[in-house]
């Protein structure tokens, strides 16, 4: 069974902090990693892809990626409460494949 | 404006009733994914479609059926075999074939409520 592991939460941050959200997916050979959005009530917005090992900024995110420890992270500089949102962390097993297998998600609250 | 529209976006069906959701893009992507949700996990694949005319199981496929005569359109039925239909339901689409495969647009989704 593929899985995608992520820390339900909530995580709580205060504003301007940052907030780090973790993931670890099962499958060795998984090629293309993605961290989605969610507001409550709402559909997933894609917010990051990340495809080799490093880290890849994108204003006040951060995604970073670890293929020999299986581990994706995303950072989120000067946190903000419009943050506020669980955080899918999304794995797709072959470059060009069609299966996403997505965490449950952590819930993230930036406190004012 | 691109985008995917669904539809309805709140839909109650009795027990024993087929229900069709509807799912309509116009951003040219190849490729349209259902998905579920359900409340505290995470969305699990329903069935894909990487080009018009041909589509395949998910990984809970059993209960629902599809179809993709239209590149814009990817219908998802719920029979009356789906054993707990009540769900968020989310279409998808992107492009096929590269890295942005799993780059993901999805629509507002469909909250279905079996009574």
Not at chain 1, 38 to 60: A, F, H, W
Not at chain 2, 24 to 29: A, G, I
Request: with cysteine; charged share 20%.
């Amino acid at each position: 069974q593929k899985e995608v592991e992520q820390n339900s939460g909530p995580l709580s941050v205060p504003e301007g902090a940052i907030a780090s959200l973790n993931c670890t997916y099962s499958d060795r050979g998984s090629q293309s990693f993605f961290w989605y959005r969610q507001y409550s009530g709402k559909s997933p917005e894609l917010i990051m892809s990340i495809y080799s090992n490093g880290d890849k900024e994108d204003g006040r995110f951060t995604a970073q990626l670890n293929k020999a420890s299986q581990y994706v992270s995303l950072l989120i500089r000067d946190s903000q409460p419009s943050d506020s949102a669980t955080y899918l962390c999304a794995v797709n097993l072959d470059t060009g494949g069609f299966k996403t297998i997505f965490g449950a998600g952590t819930r993230l609250f930036v406190k004012a | 404006d691109g985008g995917i529209t669904q539809s309805p976006k709140y839909l109650f069906r009795k027990e024993g009733q087929n229900v069709t959701l509807s799912c309509e893009q116009n951003l040219n992507h190849d490729a349209m994914y259902w998905y579920r949700q359900d409340p505290g996990q995470g969305l699990r694949l329903i069935y894909y479609s990487q080009i018009v005319n041909d589509f395949q199981k998910g990984d809970i496929a059993e209960g629902y059926s599809v179809s993709r005569e239209k590149k814009e359109s990817f219908p998802l039925t719920v029979t009356s075999a789906q054993k707990n239909p009540t769900a968020f339901y989310l279409c998808a689409s992107s492009r096929a074939g590269g890295m942005n495969t799993g780059e993901l647009f999805f629509g507002e989704g469909s909250r279905l409520t079996v009574l």
